[in-house]
Structure formats: structure tokens, C-alpha cells
């Protein structure tokens, strides 16, 4: 560090969507809705008269597992109470927000503190511009993980948020979808005041607001110029932060216990439950991968870092160190690409019992690292397994095509393929990769493409002769 | 009511009659809704055979303070900020007690949000006593009790934070019951003091009071703080514990009246002391203030009612007086600074409170008893030009709010045709001892105290 260059201090506010079936404090169902104001009642509108209805149960373990897995500890005694946190703002129908004493506090997770993990509800959604309020995300459970200012760079802030991301992953606690997790940074230096950015929309542009908030308190010490104590929010579009109002006082935000909510008591039985359901961490299933399947260490963080991958790969069980490589290269390079197209277009569907995708991807694999069939035709074969709406995964377990069949579809396809079959014959042996593509197709992807080959080399080399 | 028969519709239409051509007189009603109660007679009437064997209050006719959701009907709090707000659904208690037969025909005046004593803070204007048009009915489910004493309806709900279905029993020569807190759903309750709100039912004798009870009581999946608990420790020669605290500064009168009202009930009687209860009135007040000014903080302008331009042009037009002060104290005492002196230590003072009335209740007291309110209906305008009338009011009757124990009033006798009220306390849970307690002394000093009142002659009279 240069004299006269403050240390940077950054910390975070991260609020998470949980993932349960109904609200809060009422039973409206919670997640995404088609069209505004849909998922409401007396209750998340605030009508007057309405109570809350108990605190939705699913919710508070949620928050619980996760204060867990950052290294949280349950308070002593467990008990956890709601207080009114109160200010005015279109998109709070109450007018104060519902928000819980920690549920876990007092955590280290990848070299920061976490300082408390608690329970709140989300308000609505507000458009300033149409001056509109939808009130069907109001009343989502919310679990906000605050951390101490521990972080002194945004590359350190990245690292932190990339490994949370894949924890709330294994845990499968949160809500997935863009926009279901929004972030508060506040970001200072030594002496220097703090500002806060509210309310980013993802761990990417929490990064970019950092960078940008760096830079422009560096200009600002560097012109002489005095740091203010502000609010800001993060533009996506222009990539800066925009300040919204100063900070001269703290806000009073008026808390006081809420009178309608009895208080929850956490049994030790109960957070004993809870802790011996929690999900090996990403680092331990890393080690063991390693261990058990004699992998790159570099494959085996790779893998850990994707629930899905690693479970696929465990699934398979490869049989030694040279096929468990080959299969975590096809599922890191070839099958993550497909997941992560998919995953966007919002039509991954993973099924829960991975034993039949198990010897698909190990052959898969086998052919790709062989060099007899291309990525392309495999990221075909894996998006026709997993994407949702197309071929159910279900069909494909249940409905192989075999021998007789395989051979009356490359019969057929063959009639339409002769170029590629006279090409293949002359000595262009990639041609047969369009020809099984064909086959592939025709077959509603549910064969082997091993035996396709097999069945397809067989005919044009019968033919050859 | 019952008595004059005839057809489900002809009584409701009577009853609705009667309603529109008292009202000019008394303002018992916000709004009365005799389509929607003829409606609603006609379908009883076709499902009459099935109603007589399940519906516990099958054609009763009953009315429901403006406090209270009924899903159509407007709910207005007597606040100008709710004028035109139309309940989209209605309170559990209510529909409980719809389920059972019974016929709603209107919604009844109070003070604005409940904050008040006397029926007189209200948007719509004063409620009058019925025995004394001068006179106020007490609050402040004020036009809930004016509706059952001038023979409008068989029962009505109101709520009760401080007092306010005992107040108005007393002053009406009713009985009205206080359940324990959490033995009757909240939901659909407009907020005043949210940890001692509760639904109430008020009625002329104690058979309609419990039938209306037994039908609002129990666990209501929208109400968390809502329970199934009944208990029934009372022995069969219950002891009947009499504060000392609870006849200070009591008028003599009243004082008179009680006590021998006490003595006809001919049951075993102790002395006790509640030292903390002198704590009852500010300590309830600092409580009321923090969480009604939270409660408040939607009528923002925005979502109800009326909008002067900004937040506090608004609320400084949509709010009465009792309503606007409350707000700021409750707001001012729940800032970061004041919060830890005022609310911690109310809630405190609270809890030794509790804890006093508690150990009276294990050391031989199965109920306590004392005066509803220490003095007679006072005059119209008597609380403007002394404001502290209205907090006095409440001095008797908010233990049980602040301890969460039940409580209700009989009619004890009257001076010079005012009524007085016999309070009745019970340990939590026991509601059904506390009813039991009021039907014997109904059935002792009550109905012939009640038989002695006569009702304002100028009601009688043609409009
Ligand atoms: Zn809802």
C-alpha cells in the first residue's frame, strides 16, 4: 500500500429469497407471478385488521441452515423475536418492515465475520417511473447475511460472494431466479466515511459497483476532496453509482417488538436436527472427491463448485483415475455448457434420481475422450436429456431403443444421408458423426450413440466391401 | 326480540326499522345495512332445518363495531381517514359467528380507532346514553352497547383495550365480557393496542353473551397469538378476592352500590392488595402509545382516505385529536433515544403488575371484584374542558388488559337511573368461570338492576 492510500473496508448486507412454498406471514403462495398484484391477501396488503398469520416455519430453518453453514451460532437460548422496523416507502403497505433478531450470529466464512444472519420479509416492488406498486413479492421470506467490513479489495469480495453462491446452492434454500437476491455494500477508508450502495441486483455488478466506488473515492482523496456519508444505488446501465441522499444521522427506524408475533424458541433438539441434515461443504466434498477418485485437485474444486456436476460425476462412480478424469472433463467442459445455456433460458430440469443418466455419462464420456463422437454431438445428447419440456428425462430412462430398432433407424437414415455415407466411405471418417446425428434425432435422442456407432460402422463397412 | 316472533325477515326488518328511526337520537350506527341483513334473513330462512340443529344463534340479530371487518360493509373506525373504505374480508369472529345463524345489520359508532372512553372522539359525532341522551354511553364500543340496551339487537361485538366493552356495560346497564387475550382471533381487528386487543361480545343477560362466546372462541390459523386453552381449576366454593386498590377514588355512591352487590352475591369474600395496580394507567398508556403510533403508521395518505398534498398535511387533517396526540407520543417515546426509558420500562412495571394479580389468584382469590368505573356516565362535553375524565375512566379496568386476564361487567344497580357496574376478574384461560361468576350474579342482583332502568323517554317518543 502507497503512503497517504487509506485501506479500503467493504461490507456486505446480502438479502436472499428463501425458497418455500407460501409467504411469511400469511399463505399466499411465494415466488415469481405472471402478472402484478396476483399472489396477495388481506394480510401481505396490510388491510386493516389483518395478523399476521405465525411465522411460515420452512422459512426460519432455511435461515437457520444457512446461519449454520456460514459458522453461525444459534443465540443462546434460541429464541428468536420479530421487531417493526418502520419508515415510509410505497412498496411497504405496512409501513414498517417485519425483521427477526438473529437467528445465528458470530460466523467466519471464507476469511470474513459474518455478524448476524437473520429472517425479514421483502416489500413489494415499486416502478417510480409508472408510480405502481405490485404487491405479490411483499411478504417473501428473506434471509439477509451480514458481514463485518472485513474485505479490502472487490476481488476479495468476489472470491466471498462466488463461494456463498455455491453454499445457498448446495443448501437449495434460495430463490434462483434474477433479482431474487439483492445486495447492500458499504464501502469506506480509513478515517473516511461510509457510503452505502443499496439494493444491487446481483454478486456480479456488486463487484463492478465496488471497482467503480474504489475509483471514485481514490479521485476524490486524490483532488482533496471530503468523503460524505451517503446512500447510493448502483446503475446497471451506465455500470456507476448514483448517490441518492446523505447520511447526516443514523435513521431511526423506531424498532420495537412486534406485539402480533410470538416469539420462536429453537430447541437445542431442534437446531441439532437441523445441523445434522446440513449438506457437506463445498471444501470437504472437493478433498474427498480428489481422495476417492485420484482427480486433479483442480477438477475436483471445479466440480464441487456445481452441485449438479458433482453429483452426476458421483453418480457415474468411474471405475478408475483415468475414466474419472474423462469424466470430469466432459461434465466441467462439455455438460456445463449445456447446464449453463440451459440454466439461463430457465429450462434446466435435473432429475432427482441420477442412476440412469449414470452410464449415459460414463460412455459419453468415454466417446468424447476417444475421439468417436464430437462435443457437439454430446452437448446435443446432454440438452436433449435435461432440458425441460422436451424429451423427459423420465423417457429416456425408461424407453432405451436397442438393436432391432437402432438398425431400422439407420436403415432409414441412410436414405437420406448418402452423401455423407459415400463420403464416409472414401476415407472421410468424420462423416459419420452427421449420419448418427441423424439417427440420434429420429430416435428421439433415447439410444446409445455407442451403439449407433457400432451398429452404423458395422452397415457402411459391410457396404464398403 | 325473541318474544315478538314471527318471521326471520319480518324480526330483521323491525329490527332494521327501529335502528333508522333511533338513530337520529342516538348515533349508535355508522352504517346500517338493511338489504344485505334481509338478504341474508331470506337464505336462513331456506336453510331452516338444517339451522335450528346446528346454528347455536340462528336469527340472531346482532350489530358490529366499525372496528371490526365485515367483508362489504364499510369500516370506518369512526376516522375520516376510513370513511369510504370497504372491507374486503371479514374478521374470524365474525364469521364464526355468521356460521352459526346469525344476522349482522350494521356497523356500529365507537371512538376514532377505540381511542377513547366515552363515545364521543368519533368522526360520525358523540354516541348518547340511552337512559340520558345528555349522558355519554361509554367507550368506547359505545354504539354497541346503545344498540343492545335500546332493544335494537339481541348482542353486539366491540373490542376491548382499556376497558371498552366494560365502560360501556357499566354505563349502559349491560354485561359486556372481556375474553383472555388470545382466547378469541384478532384477525380482522383494527389495531389500537395490539398486545391487549380483544374481541368482545356485550349483551343484556349472560345466556347471549356466552352463546356468542362459545361461538368466537378458540385457535384461529390467522391469528398466531389465537388459542384452544380452556381452563377449569375454579372449586365449587369459589373465594372472591376484593382489592383495596380497586375502591380508591371511587365515588361513594358507587362505592355503596358494589359492595352490596358484593354481599348479595352471598360467596366467601377476602381482602387482597395489587400495590402496582396505582402503575395501571400510565403504564397502559405508554404501551397503548408505542403500538397504536406503529399500527397508525399506514394511513399515510397514499392507500386511505383522504390526501391533503404530503404525509403530514394528511394525517394532520384525517386524525382526530385523541387520535393525533396519541400518534405523536407513541411515535416520540418509540425514538431510539426515549425507547429504552419509556417502552422497556413499561413493559416492565407490566410484567410486576402481572405477576402481583398472579400471586393473588394463587393464594386463595378465585376472582376479583370491584366497581366497572368509578363513577356515573358524565355529561356530554365534560371531557374537553377536563381531558384527564377520559383517562380516569380506564383507571379500573386496565389490569386486565395489561395482565391478559379475563374480565367482564354486570349491572349492579343504579343512582337516580344512572347504571353502575359490577367488575368481575378471573386468572388467564379461565373464561368460562368468569361467565359463570356473571350469570350467578345476574341471576342475584343484575337483572333486577337492570329491570329498575328506564330508557330516555324522549325514545319513546315519534321522531
Ligand atoms: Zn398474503
Not at chain 1, 399476521?52 to 437457520?64: C, F, I, K, L, S
Not at chain 1, 486524490?222 to 455500470?239: A, M, S, V
Not at chain 2, 328511526?21 to 332445518?49: C, H, P, S
Not at chain 2, 349502559?172 to 375474553?179: I, K
Amino acid at each position: 500500500m502507497k503512503a497517504g492510500e487509506g485501506r479500503m473496508m467493504i461490507g456486505l448486507e446480502i438479502h436472499a429469497q428463501l425458497l418455500t412454498a407460501s409467504k411469511l406471514f400469511c399463505f399466499c403462495p411465494a415466488g415469481p407471478t405472471q402478472s402484478p398484484n396476483t399472489s396477495i391477501c388481506p394480510v401481505c396488503t396490510a388491510q386493516p385488521g389483518a395478523k399476521p398469520a405465525g411465522t411460515n416455519a420452512r422459512a426460519m430453518e432455511q435461515a437457520v441452515r444457512i446461519a449454520l453453514m456460514v459458522g453461525c451460532t444459534v443465540p443462546e437460548g434460541g429464541r428468536v423475536a420479530f421487531l417493526r422496523k418502520h419508515y415510509f416507502y410505497p412498496d411497504l403497505p405496512n409501513n414498517y418492515q417485519r425483521t427477526s433478531t438473529p437467528v445465528g450470529a458470530d460466523g467466519l466464512f471464507c476469511g470474513a465475520r459474518i455478524r448476524e444472519v437473520h429472517l425479514e420479509e421483502d416489500p413489494g416492488r415499486y416502478d417510480i417511473r409508472k408510480d405502481k406498486v405490485d404487491l405479490s413479492r411483499c411478504g417473501t421470506p428473506l434471509a439477509e447475511i451480514v458481514t463485518d467490513p472485513d474485505f479490502s479489495t472487490p476481488e476479495e469480495v468476489r472470491l466471498f460472494l462466488k463461494k456463498l453462491s455455491t453454499v445457498l446452492d448446495y443448501l437449495g434454500a434460495t430463490r434462483m431466479e434474477a433479482g431474487s437476491t439483492r445486495i447492500d455494500v458499504n464501502v469506506s477508508t480509513d478515517g473516511g466515511r461510509k457510503v452505502e450502495v443499496k439494493n444491487v441486483n446481483s454478486f456480479h455488478n456488486v463487484y463492478r459497483a465496488i471497482k467503480y466506488e474504489v475509483i471514485r473515492q481514490k479521485n476524490m482523496r486524490r483532488r482533496g476532496l471530503e468523503i460524505l456519508q451517503e446512500t447510493c444505488h448502483f446503475d446497471e446501465l451506465q455500470k456507476i453509482t448514483i448517490s441518492s441522499r446523505q447520511k447526516e444521522s443514523a435513521d431511526d427506524y423506531r424498532y420495537f417488538p412486534d406485539p402480533d408475533i410470538v416469539p420462536i424458541e429453537l430447541s437445542p433438539r431442534e437446531v441439532a436436527r437441523i445441523c445434522a441434515d446440513l449438506p457437506e461443504s463445498p471444501d470437504a466434498k472437493a478433498q474427498r472427491l480428489q481422495g476417492a477418485f485420484s482427480i486433479s485437485a483442480k477438477n475436483a474444486r471445479a466440480l464441487s463448485e456445481h452441485k449438479d456436476l458433482a453429483a452426476l460425476f458421483e453418480a457415474v462412480r468411474p471405475r478408475d483415475g483415468k475414466r474419472a478424469e474423462a469424466c470430469a472433463e466432459f461434465l466441467l467442459n462439455d455438460t456445463l455448457r449445456v447446464f449453463n445455456y440451459l440454466k439461463k433460458k430457465g429450462l434446466l430440469a435435473v432429475p432427482e434420481k441420477l442412476e440412469y443418466e449414470a452410464e449415459f455419462f460414463s460412455q459419453a464420456a468415454e466417446a468424447v475422450a476417444s475421439g468417436k463422437m464430437t462435443g457437439k454431438l454430446a452437448r446435443r445428447l446432454v440438452q436433449a436429456r435435461f432440458e425441460a419440456g422436451r424429451t423427459g428425462p423420465a423417457d429416456v430412462e425408461t424407453r432405451q431403443v436397442e438393436g432391432a430398432e437402432i438398425e431400422r433407424a439407420v436403415h432409414e437414415a441412410l436414405k437420406g444421408q448418402k452423401g455423407a455415407a459415400e463420403d464416409y466411405c472414401r476415407g472421410k471418417k468424420a462423416a459419420i458423426h452427421s449420419i448418427v446425428g441423424e439417427v440420434m434425432k429420429a430416435l428421439g435422442y433415447r439410444a446409445d450413440p455407442k451403439k449407433v456407432i457400432t451398429v452404423l460402422e458395422k452397415i457402411l463397412n459391410s457396404k464398403q466391401r | 326480540m325473541g318474544a315478538a316472533a314471527g318471521t326471520i325477515s319480518q324480526m330483521v326488518e323491525r329490527a332494521v326499522a327501529k335502528a333508522e328511526k333511533l338513530n337520529g337520537k342516538l348515533n349508535a350506527f355508522i352504517t346500517i345495512d338493511g338489504a344485505g341483513a334481509l338478504a341474508r334473513a331470506k337464505e336462513l330462512e331456506g336453510q331452516e332445518g338444517v339451522m335450528r340443529e346446528h346454528g347455536a344463534l340462528f336469527g340472531k340479530i346482532i350489530a358490529v363495531k366499525d372496528n371490526i371487518a365485515v367483508k362489504g360493509l364499510r369500516c370506518t373506525a369512526s376516522s375520516r381517514t376510513l370513511e369510504n373504505y370497504v372491507a374486503p374480508y371479514t374478521a374470524t369472529v365474525i364469521e364464526r359467528l355468521l356460521e352459526r345463524g346469525a344476522i349482522v345489520i350494521g356497523k356500529t359508532n365507537m371512538d376514532e380507532f377505540a381511542a377513547g372512553g366515552g363515545g364521543t372522539s368519533g368522526h360520525f359525532g358523540p354516541v348518547r346514553n340511552p337512559y340520558c341522551l345528555e349522558r355519554v354511553p361509554g367507550g368506547s364500543s359505545s354504539g354497541s352497547a346503545v344498540a343492545v340496551a335500546a332493544g335494537i339487537v339481541d348482542f353486539a361485538i366491540g373490542t376491548d383495550t382499556a376497558g371498552s366493552i366494560r365502560a360501556p356495560a357499566a354505563f349502559c346497564g349491560l354485561c359486556g365480557f372481556r375474553p383472555t387475550w388470545g382466547a378469541a382471533s384478532r384477525h380482522g381487528l383494527l389495531d389500537l393496542g395490539m398486545s391487549m386487543d380483544t374481541p368482545c361480545p356485550i349483551a343484556r343477560g349472560p345466556d347471549d353473551l356466552i352463546a356468542a362466546f362459545e361461538a368466537m372462541r378458540g385457535r384461529d390459523d390467522r391469528d398466531q397469538s389465537s388459542l384452544d386453552e380452556r381452563r377449569t381449576s375454579v372449586g365449587s366454593r369459589p373465594v372472591l378476592g376484593v382489592p383495596e386498590e380497586f375502591f380508591q377514588g371511587v365515588d361513594k355512591e358507587v362505592e355503596e352500590i358494589v359492595r352490596k352487590a358484593i354481599d348479595g352475591l352471598g360467596m366467601e369474600t377476602k381482602d387482597v392488595s395489587i400495590p402496582s395496580s396505582k402503575y395501571g394507567v400510565p403504564v397502559y398508556y405508554l404501551t397503548v402509545f408505542a403500538e397504536f403510533s406503529s399500527a397508525m403508521q399506514k394511513y399515510d395518505g397514499i392507500r386511505y382516505g383522504i390526501s391533503e398534498g404530503d404525509i403530514y398535511k394528511t394525517r394532520r387533517a384525517a386524525f382526530g385529536a385523541e387520535v393525533k396526540r396519541r400518534v405523536l407520543l407513541g411515535t416520540y417515546i418509540t425514538l431510539k433515544e426515549h425507547s429504552s426509558r419509556w417502552v422497556a420500562a413499561a413493559a416492565r412495571v407490566r410484567g410486576i403488575l402481572a405477576r402481583e394479580v398472579d400471586a393473588v389468584f394463587a393464594k386463595g382469590a378465585d376472582f376479583l371484584v370491584g366497581p366497572t368505573m368509578p363513577f356515573v356516565p358524565w355529561i356530554h362535553g365534560k371531557e374537553i374542558t377536563d381531558p384527564l375524565q377520559n383517562y380516569l375512566a380506564d383507571v379500573l379496568t386496565v389490569q386486565a388488559n395489561l395482565c391478559g386476564i379475563p374480565a367482564g361487567s354486570v349491572p349492579a344497580g343504579d343512582i337516580r337511573g344512572l347504571p353502575v357496574g359490577l367488575q368481575v376478574h378471573g386468572p388467564r384461560g379461565h373464561d368460562d368461570a368468569v361467565l359463570g361468576l356473571m350469570k350467578l350474579a345476574y341471576g342475584k342482583v343484575g337483572s333486577r338492576a337492570q329491570a329498575n332502568l328506564k330508557l330516555d323517554g324522549r325514545l319513546l317518543s315519534a321522531p
